[in-house]
C-alpha cells in the first residue's frame, strides 16, 4: 500500500518489504563512501540489518529506478536512526516525504542524530524546520541531536 505518492517526480512511499534489501543496502554503501570519517562501514551495515528486522523501515521506490531512499524507524521512541537517499534523487523531495510519513506513523515529533561533519545534511535539516534543543545529548562522540517540527 502507497503512504505517499509525488506524481510529479515519480516516487512512491511505502513499508519495506524483505525482497528490497538488497537496494536498501546498495543505496546505503553508496551514501557511506560521502563520509569517510565513518570507518567502520561493516559495523554500520550489521546496524542498519539488525534494524531492519527488527523496527519499521519506509523506501521511497520509483518503477525503473527502484529504491530511491529509506528510512528506519524506532517508532515507540519516535526517533529515526537512518534516512538515506539516493544522490541521484535528492532534492526531489524524497526526505521530506519520508520524514512526515514516519511522523504520521509515530504520532509525534521525531528526533534524529546527525554527523556534525555532515555538512550537507544540517542543512537539509535546517530547511525542514528541524532545530537543537538545548541539553540533548547525542549518544555518540561528533553528532547533533535534531528534533522536528
Ligand atoms: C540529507 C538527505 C536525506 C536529504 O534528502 P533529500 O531527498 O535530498 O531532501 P528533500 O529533497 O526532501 O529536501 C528537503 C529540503 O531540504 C533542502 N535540502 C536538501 N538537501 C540540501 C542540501 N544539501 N543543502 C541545502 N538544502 C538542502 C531542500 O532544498 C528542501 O528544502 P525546501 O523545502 O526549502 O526546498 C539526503 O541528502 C541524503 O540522503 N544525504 C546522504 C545521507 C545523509 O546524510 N543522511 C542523513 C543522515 S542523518
Redesign the pocket.
Known amino acids: 500500500m502507497e503512504l505517499m505518492t509525488h506524481r510529479a517526480a515519480g516516487w512512491k512511499i511505502r513499508l519495506r518489504k524483505a525482497s528490497d534489501d538488497a537496494q536498501i543496502e546498495a543505496v546505503f554503501r553508496d551514501?557511506l563512501t560521502?563520509?569517510p570519517w565513518r570507518r567502520a562501514h561493516d559495523v554500520e551495515l550489521v546496524r542498519l540489518h539488525g534494524l531492519l528486522a527488527s523496527n519499521h523501515c519506509l523506501v521511497a521506490h520509483e518503477d525503473h529506478a527502484g529504491i530511491v531512499?529509506f528510512l528506519t524507524l524506532e517508532r515507540r521512541k519516535a526517533y529515526v536512526p537512518?534516512?538515506?537517499?539516493h544522490?541521484d534523487?535528492?532534492?526531489?523531495?524524497?526526505?521530506?516525504?519520508l520524514l512526515q510519513v514516519a511522523r504520521d506513523m509515530a504520532r509525534s515529533p521525531l528526533s534524529?542524530?546527525?554527523?556534525a561533519q555532515?555538512g550537507?545534511?544540517l542543512?537539509?535539516?535546517?530547511?525542514?524546520g528541524w532545530y537543537e534543543k538545548v541539553g540533548q545529548v547525542p549518544p555518540r562522540e561528533g553528532q547533533r541531536r535534531l528534533s522536528g517540527p
Do not use: E, I, S
Open positions: 551514501c560521502d563520509f531512499g537512518h534516512l538515506f537517499v544522490r534523487w535528492r532534492f526531489c523531495g524524497v526526505g521530506a516525504g534524529l542524530d546527525v554527523d555532515n550537507a545534511a542543512a537539509a535539516y535546517k530547511a525542514m
